[in-house]
């Protein structure tokens, strides 16, 4: 069975059907593409992936266990983490404090051993440290651990949003737009990092993009949305060749 397996999934807006008998299967390990016009669907897969939206119907199973309908909480906690669109850091917050909260979602101790400070709180807190700073290490951001993530250049600022997302040790990432606002040199960055995130970790990606050059170029398979329904799924070459693909790009922009 695959590490997802979406079947049927749908959601309506009043009378708007966002997305519709949405099937989708993401292997261990594996980077995948979705795309599709402006207001094809994109980001409400996400938000049902993740439990902010309520699918109207099918199921969502991560790793044999059905987790449809689940709050974001629950989600995160069996191994979905995602950025956003519009980058959601804690600003006031430095570099390497924004990436020990996605820590604490997985290291836990006792009230009382926080509250005294005792040996085994200080124990874990070196060991966040130092787990945090590897991570940036592997953004290269460890330089500007101590810097508030608002000093960050927006390029930056979008990696520091990824090290967060893997903070909390996903099975799979999901990638709202990673490359949107950068510059053609941190779009190229960025490619490398996500493929040495996937194989550094053996997380499952799928990420919504409109650079085209940047999802061709990563992406392993790729599904295409259009007014919520799949229109096509396959490989880079496949899809830039199809022609339902074609004319939904022409008709919507
Ligand atoms: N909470 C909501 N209430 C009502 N309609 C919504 C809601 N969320 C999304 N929609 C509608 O669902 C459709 C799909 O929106 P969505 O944001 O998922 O598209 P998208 O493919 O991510 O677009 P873009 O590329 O512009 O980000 C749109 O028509 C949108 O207006």
């Known amino acids: 069975m695959a590490l997802l397996e979406v079947s049927n999934l749908g959601i309506a807006f009043g009378g708007l059907q966002a997305v519709a008998q949405l099937d989708l299967s993401i292997e261990k390990g594996h980077l995948y593409g979705l795309i599709g016009p402006n207001g094809a669907g ?109 000093q960050l250049p927006y390029g930056k600022q979008r990696k520091l949003e990824i090290a967060r997302a893997l903070a909390t040790n996903p099975k799979l990432l999901l990638l709202d737009e990673p490359a949107a606002g950068m510059n053609p040199n941190e779009t190229e960055e960025l490619m490398h990092t996500i493929h040495s995130v996937r194989d550094q970790f053996g997380v499952a990606i799928l990420l919504i993009e409109h650079d085209m050059n ?40």
């Open 42 to 150: 994109k980001t409400t897969v996400f938000n049902m992936l993740t439990g902010v939206y309520k699918p109207t119907e099918g199921n969502i199973i991560l790793d044999g266990k059905d987790i449809t309908g689940q709050n974001p909480e629950l989600i995160s906690k069996s191994g979905i983490a995602r950025t956003f669109q519009n980058i959601r850091l804690f600003n006031d917050m430095t570099v390497l404090d924004n990436v020990k909260v996605g820590l604490h979602n997985q290291i836990r101790y006792n009230m009382w051993t926080g509250i005294l400070r005792l040996p085994a709180y200080k124990e874990k807190e070196h060991e966040m440290n130092r787990e945090a700073m590897k991570l940036l290490k592997i953004f290269d951001l460890d330089k500007e651990a101590d810097y508030k993530a608002s």
């Open 214 to 253: 940047f999802v061709m170029g990563i992406c392993e398979e790729i599904t295409v949305l259009d007014y919520g329904r799949v229109i096509a799924r396959g490989d880079g070459k496949a899809i830039r060749n199809n022609p339902k693909v074609i004319a939904a790009y022409l008709g919507g922009d």
